[in-house]
């Protein structure tokens, strides 16, 4: 019995030094309490004011796997599915009703261990500054009087923000382990909104400047994962390609395949190069990329944000968000007046009297990274019959539950009564106004998960000539759904998209950047193969 008890004493303290030891280690212990605090109202995890700082980091302890770790054991069978996909995992059918296993399928292939991403936040500078566009990170080096040698490449500038971000959090006083606004204090709400746009990442409705910038602090690590990702898989295409342009194939290529392919990938050609000089050129960057020569280590393109990849993966980037503003512009060019001026009153954008249809479209391209700023009468524009109904029931008028009541109720007479009773309780301000909002908390992204889901023929066709969009003939119900959802995600998020669609234009942006070697390297393979064949024709013609 003593022995037992020993045994059970030893496992005890052993549990406990194993607890502490990961406890001490952990990223946040070291973070101030206005950090900690940061982090608990970034992930709407709620605590105490005051607090004492164990409790504070016995909040984040406990809900740090879920949000840090392993987010994925959180999402719903859809998300957890769609990863897999992208992952190119084969997801069978039967096993996309067992939640448990497609968790552990998605931990399988998660982008890091969960111990790397808590080691992550261990120094948050070597990678929240990876997702910024040059731009920004321009703009932040200036903001704060950091020396950028000319000419100012992407590398440069990050290696220089990098180095200086401690000293610019102490100077201004501020904590920098989890960073606080200062760190976007030279972005516009539109730079916010639109980072948000181009990962695929939904921005909060309403919104305000503190809440994008929470946004886009909670979600940079797993912007930086995706983008890693992405980059991975690039550079993985783009070494396959190198990898088969062999000699016989560059020499087979004209003067004009030469420079293209110079062209392409970047591969600067003195003027009056010769064909002969061009393709050595052409050989050494291969072996630079390769990494087959004496240089490899310091002219490699893999690893860090200094590879020729890693420029090419900022320019995909933009690539994305220019094909995300460029289908929404051209939406936005079938609009109606109606939709165009609506677009605009729920950003709070003011529209000048008499504006012309061309100005209105103007005004919305200005303000396609705008978010609306509160609830509004506009936020029941995708409400279902029975949720418009559910909020009259509960805060609505006596003329307005009246509507919500009566027997063959349309939906555009429910909209317009939901839309009323919002104005009254707005108006009021008080208890009534307290009650709606509260009621729209609550009940809006549920509302959005379900949108379009329940609605009939007739609703979903109404709601789209509200756009102006023609409905083609003989369309399905599930198309007429789609449609809506579309021009609806257009209207209410601008270019985004709340889920990762966007990722998966960067990752064809960044596949047809190397597609051009592919083909190029077909087509040198068979100028080869037909000039062996020339060759040896030539020599049978002579015996």
Known sequence: ?????????????????????????????????????????????????????????????????????????????????????????????????????????????WYETEEKASDAYLSVKDWILDTWTDSQLKAFCDHHGIPVPQPRKRDTLLSKARSSYDTIAQKVGEASSYPGNWLYETWTESDLKEWLDTHGIPAPQPSTRDKLIATVRRNSRLAYLKSQDQLSSATASAQNAYSTLTDMVIDAWSESQLKEFADKNGIPVPQGTKPNELRALIRKHKADFLGDNVKASATSAFGAATSKVGNQYSKATDDASLAAQDAFYKAVETWSESRLKSYLDYRGVPVPQASKTDELRALVRKNAHKAASGWSAWTFDDFSVENLKDYLAKNGDAAAKKTAEKSGATRDELLSAAQGAYASASSAGGASYAAATNYLARATDSAKVSAFDTWSDSDLKAYLDSYGVAVPQGSTVDQLRAYARKQSTYWRYGTSTPSGTLYAKLSETLQNTWQWVSSQLNAGADAAQKTAGDAKQKVKEEL
Do not use: C
């Not at 549990?15 to 406890?23: G, R, Y």
């Not at 005051?50 to 016995?58: I, M, N, Q, S």
């Open 1 to 109: 019995m003593r022995l037992f008890k020993a045994l059970i004493s030893v496992a005890l303290v052993a549990d406990a030094t194993l607890a502490s030891t990961w406890f001490s280690k952990a990223a946040y212990n070291k973070w101030h309490e206005t950090e900690l605090e940061r982090w608990l109202s970034d992930h709407d995890v709620p605590y105490p004011t005051p607090a004492d700082r164990k409790d504070l980091e016995k909040l984040i302890q406990k809900n740090w796997d879920d949000r840090v770790a392993a987010p994925y054991k959180s999402w719903e069978t859809p998300q957890l599915v769609d990863y897999l996909k992208q992952k190119g995992v084969d997801v069978q059918d039967s096993a996309k009703s067992n939640k448990d296993s497609l968790i552990g399928q998605v931990q399988g292939a």
